[in-house]
């Protein structure tokens, strides 16, 4: 239901914007590491994936986007990740964004947004899938190339800050907050259509 309002709330929004060029979509490849001392960064391999996402200008260079991202990694120290097998990010973003016109054909975008974290893992001690889900907050910034006359088309690269976190109760703070707290690192690679 949460996603749901996400998406309406997202479109309301757009729905001020005016020039039909004002909206895109993009559909690119991500990778996603984890960083510092936490069970993503020391339990898992870098997932990597696909992502899937659309935005809208709302006034003069400022916008909105709603992202899908998913990826896929392996456990990489079953005493720190458990018993899990093939771990599976799945992420919903919602982010503000900022573009800067370098030249005629280079735009430079930052953004900052929130959004929610699951990880799914299998296991062969229970029939149904084990889920960790949590909150993230990230700041991130993408270049923008146009390889078409008409400026429709645009290969896009970027990178994104994560930091994620999830409630657990743990009797030992260090502990608690070492699977409780993840910082990741995200980098994007794709192309985005403007219509």
């Known amino acids: 239901m949460r996603t749901i309002t996400i998406i309406f709330v997202f479109l309301s929004a757009l729905s001020?914007?005016?020039?039909?060029?004002?909206?895109?979509?993009?559909?690119k490849g991500n990778t996603?590491?984890?960083?510092?001392?936490n069970?993503?960064?020391?339990?898992?391999?870098?997932?990597?994936?696909?992502g899937l996402g659309l935005t809208g200008m709302v006034y003069n260079n400022f916008g909105l986007?709603?992202?899908f991202n998913r990826g896929y990694a392996d456990v990489k120290d079953v005493s720190v990740f458990g018993?899990?097998?093939?771990?599976?990010?799945t992420l919903i973003d919602l982010y503000g964004l900022y573009r800067f016109p370098?030249?005629?054909?280079l735009d430079i975008e930052g953004?900052?947004?929130?959004?929610n974290l699951r990880i799914k893992s299998r296991t062969d001690y229970r029939s149904d899938e084990f889920l960790e889900s949590g909150s993230t907050f990230f700041l991130g910034g993408k270049l923008l190339y146009s390889i078409t006359k008409n400026d429709q088309l645009h290969v896009v690269g970027g990178s994104r800050?994560?930091?994620?976190?999830?409630?657990?109760e743990m009797d030992d703070p260090e502990i608690d907050e070492y699977y409780s707290k993840a910082t990741l690192l995200n980098f994007s690679l794709g192309l985005r259509l403007y219509f």
């Open 161 to 168: 800050l994560y930091f994620l976190s999830t409630i657990t």
């Open 102 to 105: 370098a030249t005629s054909k």
């Open 39 to 50: 069970f993503i960064a020391e339990g898992t391999t870098t997932f990597t994936g696909f």
């Open 83 to 89: 018993e899990l097998n093939n771990p599976e990010l």
């Open 65 to 67: 986007g709603i992202e």
């Open 32 to 37: 996603f590491s984890g960083l510092g001392n």
């Open 16 to 27: 001020f914007a005016q020039d039909s060029k004002k909206f895109s979509v993009e559909l």
């Open 111 to 115: 953004n900052v947004g929130a959004g």
